[in-house]
């Protein structure tokens, strides 16, 4: 009896180690300074930059966000909407004509 537990939690053991890692958009978030938890569309909603600096990880979960958040500057520091506006509005309309303005 004793013999056939073991082997029986060896092959539970194994076949949960076999089993990929699957991640859910759900289980993405942090803490924030008051030791509350957020999931990551809050972050993205409340602090988009912060999620593109702490966070950027995040995106392979939601894509969409690089689509309207933002993009990399020549220096490969990533830059939001309304920076690409303040300061470069040219490149706004020569690379990104679906960005529409969030501070209008």
Do not use: C, N
């Amino acid at each position: 009896m004793k013999l056939r537990t073991i082997f029986a939690a060896a092959a539970l053991t194994a076949l949960f180690a076999a089993a990929p890692a699957v991640s859910h958009a759900r289980d993405y978030g942090d803490w924030d300074d008051h030791h509350a938890w957020h999931d990551a569309s809050w972050w993205h909603e409340h602090h988009p930059a912060w999620v593109w600096h702490h966070h950027p990880e995040w995106v392979k979960v939601y894509p969409q966000w690089r689509a309207i958040d933002g993009d990399w500057d020549e220096h490969h520091v990533w830059r939001d909407r309304g920076w690409w506006y303040d300061h470069h509005p040219e490149w706004v309309r020569a690379h990104h004509p679906d960005w529409a303005r969030w501070r209008d």
